[in-house]
């Protein structure tokens, strides 16, 4: 399982992170109170590395 945040939450992270996001993107992550908005670099390095595995993708409806 990875985890798409890239980290474990924290308050500290949060605030770090909104403060580099732009537009939708911020007020959406605005809205997950104890979720960081996903990093995809750790995915995309796991399928370009392994092409034959199979993506299962799990998310909240109101993301």
Not at 5 to 27: M, Y
């Amino acid at each position: 399982m990875i985890y798409p945040e890239g980290t474990r939450f924290s308050a500290k992270k949060r605030s770090h992170v909104l403060q580099k996001l732009k537009g939708e993107d911020q007020r959406r992550a605005r809205g997950w109170t104890y979720l960081l908005p996903p990093r995809y670099g750790g995915i995309l390095a796991l399928l370009q590395a392994n092409p034959q595995l199979d993506l299962f993708v799990l998310r909240p409806r109101w993301a």
